[in-house]
C-alpha cells in the first residue's frame, strides 16, 4: 500500500520560504519519480515540479522557475519542495505524487498524498 504524507506547510508572507517535505512509504521509493502539485480554491490541479528516480532530472512549471527547488533523498523515502519568494498566487494545498517514470501531467499520476495548505499573506 503505497501512502504519501506531505508536511511542511503553513502561513507565510509574501516573499518568504517554506520547505515541503512528502514522504513515502509501500514501495521501494528510489524507483520512482515524484511530483509536486498545486490546487487553489476554485482552479484545475497544476504542475508545479517534478524529479526522476535518481534526482538527476528535475522540472519546473515556468511560474516557480528560479524560485522553487525540488529534491530527493531516497535514502529518506523522501521528497522535498523548497519554496522561496512566495507570491500570493502560490497558495494552495500542494500535493506530492509518485509514479514510474516523470511526468507534468496530473491524469498520469495514480497515487497522491493528501495535500498540505500553503498560505500566502501581506
Known amino acids: 500500500q503505497v501512502q504519501l504524507v506531505e508536511s511542511g506547510g503553513g502561513l507565510v508572507q509574501a516573499g518568504g520560504s517554506l520547505r515541503l517535505s512528502c514522504a513515502a512509504s509501500?514501495?521501494?521509493?528510489?524507483?520512482?519519480?515524484m511530483g509536486w502539485f498545486r490546487q487553489a480554491p476554485g482552479k484545475e490541479r497544476e504542475f508545479v515540479a517534478a524529479?526522476?528516480?535518481?534526482?538527476?532530472?528535475?522540472y519546473y512549471a515556468d511560474s516557480v522557475k528560479g524560485r522553487f527547488t525540488i529534491s530527493r533523498d531516497n535514502a529518506k523515502n523522501t521528497v522535498y519542495l523548497q519554496m522561496n519568494s512566495l507570491k500570493f498566487e502560490d497558495a494552495a494545498v500542494y500535493y506530492c505524487?509518485?509514479?514510474?517514470?516523470?511526468?507534468?501531467?496530473?491524469?498520469?499520476?495514480?497515487?497522491w498524498g493528501q495535500g498540505t495548505q500553503v498560505t500566502v499573506s501581506s
Open positions: 509501500g514501495r521501494t521509493f528510489s524507483n520512482y519519480a
Open positions: 505524487a509518485q509514479r514510474r517514470g516523470v511526468s507534468y501531467v496530473v491524469n498520469d499520476y495514480v497515487y
Open positions: 524529479i526522476s528516480w535518481s534526482g538527476g532530472r528535475t
